[in-house]
């Protein structure tokens, strides 16, 4: 966690950008760890205070490691749990992260941009799927348990080890976990009646794929709302922590055009190319863009 900075002696408008640039001096060091390195909830707390500078962040770090030490407690107090039962373990995340701490999925306001600002989410115990899972797993790592975020699509879950097998759990439906046809249900109620399950959507994602689904959220909120810059401003910030995600270059490069900043767009597509097999469709594509907009500059 960044240390504190006095800051007394600042205007309100400096303090913010003091804020701004820790956390973003943050999400650059978390760009240089391997993945399995990475705290989920430290890097989501350092986007959420891009997102809200005015918001308590200390207040939400503070919580964070008191829901580590509850989950500590919580798991040594169930020796089932602790040794290795999944179903026992999956209870008592739910206690925690429910009945404790009273966090849930906000029905009400499913779309709100709050719902994905994991300060946010601490103070209202309501957010996005993604979002109450990284706590989850926040919490599940802190009992010194092996969970993982799964890529299922629509409605992020999370997975933890268990002697039986993974128990799938739902944060934003906290319940038992979930069995294949509770799964199958719920992939019906996001993708249509003639989806069928399959193995790879429980297959476990890493934890930059985690972080990138949660700012997602945010990204596509401000491109919904006309605001191309803001959004561009969100994918520069996730590429600080996740810079070999191709996929990202290409959007940023586009968002840019949007923009009319030719140059930084072509630099973007250049990380793109870089980051792709050369012979590629999608290569050969960029390539066609990076030759029509140099014909722009010239």
């Not at 060091?29 to 918001?55: H, S």
């Not at 200390?58 to 107090?77: D, G, I, M, P, Y």
Request: charged share 25%; glycine share 8%; proline share 4%.
């Amino acid at each position: 966690m960044i240390g504190r900075r006095r800051i007394a002696t600042l205007s309100p408008d400096m303090a913010d950008i003091t804020a701004e640039a820790e956390a973003r001096t943050a999400l650059d060091a978390a760009g240089q760890l391997p993945d399995e390195e990475l705290d989920l909830a430290t890097v989501a707390l350092q986007c959420a205070r891009i997102d809200a500078p005015d918001a308590d962040w200390r207040a939400a770090a503070a919580h964070l490691t008191e829901l580590a030490r509850a989950a500590v407690e919580a798991a040594t107090a169930d020796p089932a749990a602790d040794a290795g039962d999944g179903a026992r373990r999956a209870a008592v995340l739910r206690a925690l992260m429910q009945d404790r701490f009273g966090y849930a999925g906000d029905t009400a306001r499913y779309d709100a941009a709050e719902n994905a600002n994991l300060i946010r989410v601490t103070e209202r115990r309501r957010g996005l799927p993604v979002a109450l899972g990284i706590l989850w797993l926040h919490a599940a790592e802190a009992a010194g348990w092996n969970a993982w975020g799964l890529d299922f699509p629509g409605h992020f879950l999370i997975a933890v080890e268990g002697q039986e097998g993974p128990a799938v759990l739902d944060p934003f439906n906290p319940g038992p976990a979930l069995s294949a046809a509770e799964l199958r249900e719920l992939l019906k109620q996001v993708q249509g009646g003639a989806a069928e399950l399959h193995r790879s959507y429980l297959a476990a994602v890493g934890k930059r794929a985690v972080l990138v689904r949660l700012q997602n959220n945010l990204k596509l909120r401000r491109l919904q709302a006309g605001d191309v810059a803001g959004a561009l401003a969100c994918t520069e910030d996730v590429l600080r922590f996740a810079p070999a995600t191709p996929l990202l270059w290409r959007e940023a490069a586009l968002m840019n055009q949007r923009l009319d900043r030719m140059g930084a767009a072509l630099a973007c597509l250049d990380r793109f190319l870089a980051q792709v097999p050369s012979g590629s469709e999608a290569a050969q594509r960029a390539r066609g863009l990076a030759a029509e907009w140099r014909q722009r500059l010239n």
